[in-house]
């Protein structure tokens, strides 16, 4: 158990449709990054969040967006929903923001995205 | 479980045997470097880590190799288990900018072990 929770595990929905995908970082993170993960693209980064603030961009679609609340939680918002938006997508924390300083990100098991 | 990632290269290995995995990186100003195994059904779990001033790193079975020159990581895993069947991802520590930076995976290969 990485200590980062996903919710929710399995979602299905039309196209068209928009999806709230949200994540508990570790105790003590203050770091939250979203990756998206595909059959054909592999993992992909798409967002970071630092104790509220964006920090790096990924290649994020404008119909995505996210945010990080004060209580260091983060939702990933999908909205227009398109069949080539299904796909895992993965919530990591970490300690702090800079990746090479810190080391280790900590994923969570994934939400499974299905749209229709 | 889920299988991700169909379209993965594969390394079939006996258990017992080593196995070597290789990964090409892109950007040859990244200064980080990390190995991460995903079981099926779970999220990616680090294995170990290397930075750029290092050619060679050790850890409990697993070795880590970085090539600079080439562009070339490998991850080495001695007395191959069946629990180390997943898939593995290199990733690199990319600054595309000052004070940003972003962890970037490469596709990952699968490891089947063997009994």
């Known amino acids: 158990d990485s200590g980062v929770t996903q919710t929710p595990k399995h979602l299905i929905t039309a196209t068209g449709q928009r999806v709230t995908l949200r994540c508990s970082p570790r105790?003590?993170?203050?770091?939250v990054y979203w990756y998206q993960q595909s059959l054909d693209q592999g993992l992909q980064f798409l967002i970071q969040?630092?104790?509220?603030?964006?920090?790096a961009k990924g290649n994020i679609l404008e119909r995505f967006s996210a945010q990080q609340f004060p209580d260091l939680h983060s939702e990933l918002n999908l909205s227009s929903l398109e069949l080539g938006d299904s796909a895992l997508y993965f919530c990591?924390?970490?300690?702090?923001?800079?990746?090479?300083?810190?080391?280790?990100?900590?994923f969570g098991e994934g939400s499974r995205l299905t749209v229709l | 479980g889920e299988n991700v990632g169909l379209h993965l290269p594969t390394l079939s290995v006996q258990e017992g045997d080593n196995s070597i995995i290789n990964c090409a990186y892109s950007?040859?100003?990244?200064?980080?470097f990390i190995w991460y195994k995903q079981e099926s059904g779970k999220g990616p779990q680090f294995i170990i880590d290397?930075?750029?001033?290092?050619d060679k790193r050790q850890g409990q079975r697993v070795t880590v190799l970085l090539n600079k020159t080439v562009k070339h990581l490998s991850l080495q895993i001695a007395a191959t288990q069946p629990g180390d069947s997943a898939v593995y991802f290199c990733?690199?520590?990319?600054?595309?900018?000052?004070?940003?930076?972003?962890?970037?995976f490469g596709k990952g290969t699968k490891l089947t072990v063997n009994p």
């Open positions: 950007n040859s100003a990244s200064d980080y």
């Open positions: 990733a690199e520590n990319i600054s595309p900018f000052r004070g940003s930076e972003k962890l970037v």
């Open positions: 969040y630092y104790n509220g603030e964006e920090r």
């Open positions: 990591a924390s970490s300690v702090g923001y800079r990746v090479g300083n810190t080391g280790e990100l900590f």
């Open positions: 290397i930075r750029s001033n290092m």
């Open positions: 105790s003590g993170d203050l770091s």
